[in-house]
């Protein structure tokens, strides 16, 4: 027996912006599993804003995506042949090989996750990669301490939704983000707890952060976005601050590097730490955050919100719109 189904592989490496060409969806047949494999359908994908660097062809801490061949991500999804007494038809994993309706992967590629208590598609954000992330920047990298002042850009995306919350419940005494719409505004405002908000758009983001700070300087800055959000923030960080620099995705569709932050001497003046991480370094911080985590969501402290597109021929519009602000907390695709 052979299943039919269909995956996305990278026709072309994108210049600058990704278009629809640069993608080509790919009718295949997969067999059976053999000895030690699973066959799962896929019923969330992942995209992420990281897929975007592995679509270039340079050197960086995971290798770029081959052409011609399916794209990677996480996903969840249900085993629907077994070849592994480990995992049985009908149960829920996680694994690494989205972008495609059906994996046939070595059972020690896929995680069993428990679907009981939150949907599968919270282990690909609040309770995944996403959560985690935000949790290694804040304990891990620019660690937050009782009464701080944490500012985060990129607030309402999958990390940054998550690092408001968590700052708090690690001791923060007022966290502030920044995000791309007055819909995301008040969701954090309104629904996440955090102290104050603004959209970027409205003006300078070195003025509106001024603005909210109302004279306190930033403990921790959580970078998600870099460019003039960084230089914003090292403007107004309080001596001895920590700078988190999670990611930098106001860059990643550039041809050409924007200019750097102009006043990076501010970090020598107050003592301020700035560090970058990858969150797969940090496997150690897992269990604990899984499990801090965990009870954080099942008590309602931590929320999380989900924007979903449906079907693998919304994949690379997911994607693309990941680039233009379109989702609120995770974007993930429904199968
Ligand atoms: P998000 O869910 O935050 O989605 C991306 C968001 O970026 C969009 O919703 C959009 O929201 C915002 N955005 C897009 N373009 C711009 C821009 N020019 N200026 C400001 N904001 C912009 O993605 P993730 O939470 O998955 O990732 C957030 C960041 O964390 C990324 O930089 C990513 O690369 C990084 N990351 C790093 C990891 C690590 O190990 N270091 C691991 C995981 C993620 P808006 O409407 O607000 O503009």
Request: charge should be negative; hydrophobic fraction near 40%.
């Amino acid at each position: 027996m052979t299943t039919t189904t269909r995956e996305i592989h990278l026709a072309s490496r994108p210049q600058g912006w990704p278009t629809p060409e640069n993608f080509r969806t790919v009718t295949t047949e997969l067999p059976d599993p053999g000895p030690g494999e699973v066959l799962v359908r896929n019923t969330v994908l992942s995209v992420d804003p990281y897929m975007r660097g592995r679509m270039n062809d340079t050197k960086s801490y995971v290798p770029p995506f081959a052409l011609d061949a399916p794209l990677e991500g996480g996903a969840v999804g249900e085993v629907v042949a077994s070849g592994d007494d480990s995992l049985s038809p009908g149960d829920t994993v996680l694994h690494q090989a989205g972008w495609r309706e059906h994996a046939l992967l070595p059972a020690a590629q896929v995680r069993k996750v428990d679907a009981g208590q939150v949907p599968a598609s919270a282990y690909l954000g609040v309770l995944g990669m996403p959560g985690l992330t935000a949790y290694v920047g804040l304990t891990r990298i620019a660690p937050v301490q009782e009464g701080d002042t944490v500012f985060v850009s990129g607030a309402a995306g999958a990390v940054g939704s998550i690092v408001g919350q968590v700052a708090r419940e690690l001791g923060a005494s007022t966290v502030i983000g920044s995000a791309g719409s007055a819909e995301k505004v008040r969701w954090l405002t309104e629904d996440l707890g955090f102290d104050a908000a603004f959209d970027y758009h409205d003006g300078p983001v070195a003025r509106q952060l001024a603005d909210r700070l109302d004279g306190r300087g930033v403990d921790v800055y959580f970078d998600n976005v870099g460019g003039d959000h960084l230089e914003a923030a090292i403007g107004r960080m309080a001596d001895f601050g920590r700078i988190a620099l999670c990611g930098a995705i106001a860059s990643y569709n550039d041809e050409q590097p924007a200019p750097g932050p102009r006043n990076l001497m501010l970090l020598v003046s107050r003592r301020v730490t700035m560090r970058g991480f990858i969150v797969t370094d940090h496997g150690d911080a897992a269990r604990e955050f899984y499990e801090r985590a965990g009870a954080w969501v099942a008590e309602g402290r931590v929320r999380y919100r989900e924007t979903f597109t449906e079907g693998l021929d919304s994949t690379v519009a997911a994607f693309l719109g990941l680039h233009r602000g379109d989702n609120i907390g995770k974007m993930l695709v429904r199968l």
